[in-house]
């Protein structure tokens, strides 16, 4: 059971705008940065964001990141059938004193 | 150009010992505090150990609490991970990434534990 909570999977069209969500409490997402990654399986993480909603340079504007309260969100505009991976979202835990991650939510394009 | 490369994974039967090693390059290497993240066969990644710039600061998972031991030679810009009492639950490819907030992840290194 992952500290932070994504949906398994989602799904869109190429084309299409799709929203991953990452559910926390106080001691992480609430009062720490959020990063998010990208996996293609079989390759190591890619940063995506960091910062809740910053870009590291070479990540297009197609990915961007929010954060609410406890909860984080990663968007994708228009997305192509490159962007079919694992996704990630991470931060501290400052009660735990330890890293935590979401279970994954794997993109599928259809 | 940050690099971060790992080395010493293997097969290991239960209740043996690895030690993990981590080369960094491309950036001053005690500035920044580093990781230990692994990714079992076919599931998510799991955060397992931190260790800050100076090497006095140390974190675990309570899954590796008292088995792993996380250190640094930052004349070497190098990290370890010493494991002992290795379970099969620890099998995984065991990846080191940089910074509290990480941002660079290494390759990984494929450690199984089985008998």
């Known amino acids: 059971q992952s500290v932070l909570t994504q949906p398994p999977s989602v799904s869109a069209a190429p084309g299409q705008k799709v929203t991953i969500s990452c559910s926390g409490s106080s001691s992480n997402i609430g009062n720490n940065y959020v990063s998010w990654y990208q996996q293609v399986p079989g390759t190591a993480p890619k940063l995506l964001i960091y910062d809740n909603n910053k870009r590291p340079s070479g990540i297009p504007d197609r990915f961007s990141g929010s954060k609410s309260g406890t909860s984080a969100t990663l968007g994708i505009t228009g997305v192509q059938t490159g962007d079919e991976a694992d996704y990630y979202c991470g931060t501290w835990d400052s009660g735990l004193s330890a890293g935590v991650f979401g279970g994954g939510t794997k993109l599928t394009v259809l | 150009e940050v690099q971060l490369l790992e080395s010493g994974g293997g097969f290991v039967q239960p209740g043996g010992s690895l030690r993990l090693s981590c080369v960094a390059s491309?950036?001053?290497?005690?500035?920044?505090?580093i990781n230990w993240v692994r990714q079992a066969p076919g599931k998510g990644l799991e955060w397992v150990s931190a260790?800050?710039?100076?090497?006095?600061?140390?974190y675990y998972a309570d899954s590796v609490k008292g088995r792993f031991t996380i250190s640094r030679d930052n004349s070497k810009n190098t990290l370890y991970l010493q494991m002992n009492s290795l379970r099969a639950e620890d099998t995984a490819v065991y990846y080191c990434?940089?910074?509290?907030?990480?941002?660079?992840w290494g390759q990984g290194t494929l450690v199984t534990v089985s008998s």
């Open positions: 990434a940089r910074g509290l907030e990480i941002n660079y």
């Open positions: 491309g950036f001053t290497f005690s500035n920044y505090a």
């Open positions: 260790i800050g710039g100076g090497g006095f600061n140390t």
